[in-house]
């Protein structure tokens, strides 16, 4: 079974431009997560959904991000307009159960804002 | 606020040695416990789960809870330079929570 599939692997854009970055996550599994990762700050959660439905979305750091998950198999975060300080390597992820029992990661997105 | 504690590095080990990586976490209702391998640029893998005291077993990895202390570590029996990576520890709090809150991660370095 493939894993998890995100897309684009690397997105470079300027300063104000809407960026969109997708995930699939693996056949069964019905939680998904959001992640980004700084070095700055580490690996932080933005969102999370189970059965589609976002459950939390405290970690989304402003109104400028915004994820939807229109069905079981598709998820988009998107960030407009976006900020060099967005810059960062975004995954997803997807685990079976609400309780997040072992998580299985995407190949991230890499995202340089200019 | 929960949180989970790990030392940076890099921990520096031979090849052939057993390297440990520690890990402390705040909650004590935390359930679910689990170290993640991540290569340089790549994503976060899982390699163990634990769920209750004492020590979990899989090939060359060992992984040691105990609630009480609030701590996890991870023992690597045998190192190999292809263990060099970061290693992140995720602890799922208790209190309701169901996300994990990961670590910042230990470098390990095994050199020959």
């Known amino acids: 079974d493939a894993g998890v599939i995100q897309s684009p692997r690397h997105e470079v854009t300027e300063m104000g431009q809407e960026v969109t970055l997708r995930c699939k996550p693996i056949?069964?599994?019905?939680?998904l997560f959001w992640y980004r990762q700084t070095m700055m700050r580490g690996l932080e959660l933005l969102i999370y959904f189970n059965n589609n439905v976002p459950i939390d979305d405290s970690g989304m750091p402003e109104d400028r991000f915004s994820a939807k998950m229109p069905n079981a198999s598709f998820s988009t975060l998107k960030i407009q307009p976006s900020e060099p300080r967005d810059s960062a390597v975004y995954f997803c992820a997807s685990s079976w159960g609400l309780a997040s029992y072992e998580q299985y990661f995407g190949p991230g997105t890499r995202l340089t804002v200019t | 606020q929960k949180e989970v504690e790990q030392n940076s590095g890099p921990l520096s080990v031979p090849e052939g040695a057993i390297a440990s990586l520690n890990c402390t976490y705040s909650?004590?209702?935390?359930?679910?416990f689990f170290w993640y391998r991540q290569y340089s640029g790549k994503s976060p893998e899982l390699i163990m789960s634990?769920?209750?005291?004492g020590d979990k077993e899989d090939g060359r990895f060992t992984a040691q809870l105990n609630k009480a202390s609030q701590y996890v570590s991870l023992l690597i029996r045998d190192s190999q330079p292809s263990d060099s990576a970061t290693y992140l520890c995720?602890?799922?709090?208790?209190?309701?929570?169901?996300?994990?809150?990961f670590g910042r991660g230990t470098s390990l370095i095994v050199h020959p």
């Open positions: 634990i769920y209750s005291n």
């Open positions: 909650d004590r209702g935390s359930q679910s």
């Open positions: 995720a602890v799922n709090m208790g209190g309701g929570s169901y996300i994990p809150t």
């Open positions: 056949s069964g599994h019905n939680s």
